[in-house]
C-alpha cells in the first residue's frame, strides 16, 4: 500500500491531484486545512493537505495494465510474536512471483485475533524480569482476563465493517478485499487521530502496516498487526526495580500541578506496605509550604520519615545517614519548563549525588496536557535530564495520544500511569496492552 498527501487551493483539488496520480482506486485517509502563517495570512487564503492511499496492485493497473503481473514478497516485520507466513504456498523459492491475472496468490488463513493478542500478550509478560514480572502480572495481567481485553476491539470488527452475512440477499459487494482492508486502514487512521496521536506517528505505523497489505488478507490479521507494531513502539515498561545497592535514590521531576507529590505517595506505599522495603522521603520543594504538608501527612500514614533539604550540600548529608533504607524517594519544586532557575537548581541537586549512589529521574506529566505545551516541556527536560515517564491523570481524559507522542518524541521509557487520587490504589505499572487496545478504539 502506498500512503501519500496531496495539496490544493481547495480539498477538491488536492482531492483531484491524489485520484489523478493514484487512480482511481486511491482513499482519502485524512484532510486538513492548512491556515497560513505569519504578517501576511490575513491576506493569504488556507490550503487543503489530503492523505490518501492505494495498494500497489491498484497503481499497476492504472499505469500499465497487463494479464501478468509480478510481486515481490514484503521482508517479514519484526514482531514479539510468530506471525503467519504470508508467503503464497504453492511456491517455495525466493525472488519474484508471477502470478496471472485469473490466478491471485494463495495465502494461508491468518490465526484469529484472540490467538494472536493472546501469543503477543504471554510473550511479552514472559520477556521481563522475574521480578517486574511479577508485579506487572500483579497489577494489570491475567490470562483469564484476554477475553475482556480485546472484546471492544472484537466489537469495533462487527460495528464497522460489513459483513457478507449483513447485506440483504441478492445484493452483491460492490469492492474487491482489498479495497474492505483499505477502509478499514482508513477506518484505523482516524481512530488513531480523535485519540489525538500525532499524524506523523499514525503514517509510521501505516507504512509498515503496509508490508502485510497484500491480497487476501483479513482486516483480523491486519489489526493484529497494528496492534504487534503499536505494541513494540510503547517498548517494555521500567518501573523503580530494588537492587542490593542501598539506598536507591529516585527524583521526580516535572511542571506544577501534574501530582507528583500523590504519585510519590503512591510508590512509596507501595514499597513500604505491600513491599515491605524501609523507604524515606525527601523533599525539596520549598517554594510551596502545602507540598511539604502534603508530603508530611503521606509519611506520617506510612510511618516513615520525611526530611527537607535546601541544597544539593543538605541531600548529600541526608544520603550519607540513609544506608539502612532501601529507596529515598525525593520531590523536588514543580515549576514551570520556562523557569531557568528554577530548572538549574534542580539540575545541580540531581547532578551532585555522588555516584556511589544509584539514582533515576521521572518526568511526571499529565495525560490532560496539550500536546503543543508537552513538545516544549520535552524539549528543556530531555536537555538536562535523563528521565523515565510517568503520566498522571489519565481518568480525566478520552484522548491518550500523548502518551505514544510522547514515548517516541523523547525516546524515553514509561514506568507507571495513575488515574485517581486514591493513595495507594490508583496507580500501575503502564499498561501497554490496555493503552493500545484505548488508542484503537476499544475500552
Same mark, same amino acid.
Given at each position: 500500500?502506498?500512503?501519500?498527501?496531496?495539496?490544493?487551493?481547495?480539498?477538491?483539488?488536492?482531492?483531484?491531484?491524489?485520484?489523478?496520480?493514484?487512480?482511481?482506486?486511491?482513499?482519502?485517509?485524512?484532510?486538513?486545512?492548512?491556515?497560513?502563517?505569519?504578517?501576511?495570512?490575513?491576506?493569504?487564503? /488556507? /490550503?487543503?493537505?489530503?492523505?490518501?492511499?492505494?495498494?500497489?496492485?491498484?497503481?499497476?493497473?492504472?499505469?500499465?495494465?497487463?494479464?501478468?503481473? #509480478?510481486?515481490?514478497?514484503?521482508?517479514?516485520?519484526?514482531?514479539?510474536?510468530?506471525?503467519?507466513?504470508?508467503?503464497?504456498?504453492?511456491?517455495?523459492? #525466493?525472488?519474484?512471483?508471477?502470478?496471472?491475472?485469473?490466478?491471485?496468490?494463495?495465502?494461508?488463513?491468518?490465526?484469529?485475533?484472540?490467538?494472536?493478542?493472546?501469543?503477543?500478550?504471554?510473550?511479552?509478560?514472559?520477556?521481563?524480569?522475574?521480578?517486574?514480572?511479577?508485579?506487572?502480572?500483579?497489577?494489570?495481567?491475567?490470562?483469564?482476563?484476554?477475553?475482556?481485553?480485546?472484546?471492544?476491539?472484537?466489537?469495533?470488527?462487527?460495528?464497522?465493517?460489513?459483513?457478507?452475512?449483513?447485506?440483504?440477499?441478492?445484493?452483491?459487494? @460492490?469492492?474487491?478485499?482489498?479495497?474492505?482492508?483499505?477502509?478499514?486502514?482508513?477506518?484505523?487512521?482516524?481512530?488513531?487521530? =480523535?485519540?489525538?496521536?500525532? =499524524?506523523?506517528?499514525?503514517?509510521?505505523?501505516?507504512?509498515?502496516?503496509?508490508?502485510?497489505?497484500? /491480497?487476501?488478507?483479513?482486516?483480523?490479521?491486519?489489526? /493484529?498487526?497494528?496492534?504487534? @507494531?503499536? $505494541?513494540?513502539?510503547?517498548?517494555?515498561?521500567?518501573?523503580?526495580?530494588? #537492587?542490593?545497592?542501598?539506598?536507591?535514590?529516585?527524583?521526580?521531576?516535572?511542571?506544577?500541578?501534574?501530582?507528583?507529590?500523590?504519585?510519590?505517595?503512591?510508590?512509596?506505599?507501595?514499597?513500604?506496605?505491600? @513491599?515491605?522495603?524501609?523507604?524515606?522521603?525527601?523533599?525539596?520543594? +520549598?517554594?510551596?509550604?502545602?507540598?511539604?504538608?502534603?508530603?508530611?501527612?503521606?509519611?506520617?500514614?506510612?510511618?516513615?520519615?520525611?526530611?527537607?533539604?535546601?541544597?544539593?550540600?543538605?541531600?548529600?548529608?541526608?544520603?550519607?545517614?540513609?544506608?539502612?533504607?532501601?529507596?529515598?524517594?525525593?520531590?523536588?519544586?514543580?515549576?514551570?519548563?520556562?523557569?531557568?532557575?528554577?530548572?538549574?537548581?534542580? @539540575?545541580?541537586?540531581?547532578?551532585?549525588?555522588?555516584? =556511589?549512589?544509584?539514582?533515576?529521574?521521572?518526568?511526571?506529566?499529565?495525560?490532560?496536557?496539550?500536546?503543543?505545551?508537552?513538545?516544549?516541556?520535552?524539549?528543556?527536560?530531555?536537555?538536562?535530564?535523563?528521565?523515565?515517564?510517568?503520566? +498522571?491523570?489519565?481518568?480525566?481524559?478520552?484522548?491518550?495520544?500523548?502518551?505514544?507522542?510522547?514515548?517516541?518524541?523523547?525516546?524515553?521509557?514509561?514506568?507507571?500511569?495513575?488515574?485517581?487520587?486514591?493513595?495507594?490504589?490508583?496507580?500501575? $505499572?503502564?499498561? #501497554?496492552?490496555?493503552?493500545?487496545?484505548?488508542?484503537?478504539?476499544?475500552?
Amino acid at each position: 500500500m502506498t500512503i501519500k498527501k496531496f495539496q490544493g487551493k481547495t480539498e477538491e483539488e488536492a482531492t483531484a491531484k491524489a485520484i489523478g496520480e493514484l487512480g482511481t482506486g486511491a482513499v482519502i485517509m485524512n484532510v486538513k486545512e492548512i491556515k497560513p502563517k505569519g504578517l501576511l495570512r490575513f491576506f493569504k487564503e /488556507s /490550503s487543503f493537505e489530503v492523505t490518501a492511499a492505494v495498494e500497489e496492485a491498484e497503481i499497476m493497473k492504472t499505469v500499465a495494465p497487463s494479464p501478468v503481473r #509480478t510481486v515481490t514478497p514484503a521482508p517479514a516485520a519484526p514482531a514479539p510474536a510468530p506471525t503467519p507466513s504470508l508467503a503464497p504456498t504453492a511456491t517455495t523459492t #525466493t525472488g519474484n512471483i508471477n502470478v496471472t491475472a485469473d490466478e491471485p496468490i494463495s495465502i494461508p488463513k491468518p490465526e484469529s485475533v484472540k490467538e494472536v493478542f493472546a501469543s503477543v500478550e504471554n510473550t511479552w509478560v514472559s520477556s521481563m524480569p522475574q521480578g517486574q514480572r511479577e508485579e506487572y502480572k500483579k497489577d494489570n495481567y491475567a490470562e483469564n482476563n484476554l477475553e475482556e481485553k480485546i472484546e471492544s476491539l472484537q466489537s469495533l470488527l462487527e460495528k464497522k465493517l460489513v459483513q457478507p452475512s449483513e447485506m440483504q440477499k441478492g445484493e452483491l459487494p @460492490k469492492e474487491a478485499p482489498m479495497d474492505e482492508n483499505l477502509k478499514f486502514i482508513k477506518m484505523i487512521y482516524g481512530i488513531l487521530l =480523535e485519540n489525538e496521536v500525532d =499524524e506523523k506517528y499514525v503514517n509510521q505505523i501505516m507504512d509498515e502496516v503496509e508490508k502485510v497489505m497484500k /491480497s487476501g488478507i483479513s482486516v483480523d490479521y491486519i489489526l /493484529s498487526s497494528i496492534y504487534q @507494531k503499536m $505494541i513494540l513502539k510503547f517498548g517494555q515498561p521500567q518501573p523503580i526495580m530494588l #537492587t542490593e545497592r542501598k539506598p536507591k535514590v529516585v527524583f521526580f521531576i516535572g511542571p506544577t500541578g501534574v501530582g507528583k507529590t500523590t504519585t510519590i505517595a503512591k510508590i512509596a506505599s507501595r514499597f513500604k506496605v505491600e @513491599k515491605g522495603k524501609k523507604v524515606a522521603l525527601y523533599t525539596a520543594d +520549598t517554594y510551596r509550604i502545602a507540598a511539604a504538608e502534603q508530603l508530611r501527612t503521606y509519611a506520617n500514614i506510612l510511618n516513615t520519615p520525611l526530611d527537607i533539604v535546601y541544597s544539593s550540600k543538605e541531600l548529600n548529608e541526608e544520603l550519607a545517614n540513609a544506608g539502612e533504607f532501601d529507596l529515598v524517594l525525593i520531590d523536588t519544586a514543580g515549576f514551570s519548563h520556562k523557569n531557568e532557575e528554577q530548572r538549574n537548581e534542580t @539540575k545541580e541537586l540531581i547532578d551532585q549525588v555522588p555516584e =556511589e549512589y544509584e539514582k533515576e529521574v521521572y518526568l511526571v506529566l499529565s495525560a490532560t496536557t496539550k500536546y503543543k505545551d508537552l513538545l516544549e516541556i520535552a524539549d528543556i527536560y530531555k536537555d538536562n535530564f535523563k528521565f523515565k515517564l510517568i503520566f +498522571t491523570k489519565l481518568d480525566e481524559t478520552s484522548c491518550l495520544g500523548n502518551i505514544l507522542n510522547m514515548k517516541l518524541y523523547t525516546g524515553a521509557d514509561l514506568s507507571y500511569t495513575t488515574y485517581g487520587q486514591n493513595v495507594p490504589e490508583d496507580i500501575e $505499572i503502564f499498561n #501497554t496492552q490496555s493503552i493500545v487496545k484505548l488508542l484503537l478504539g476499544g475500552k
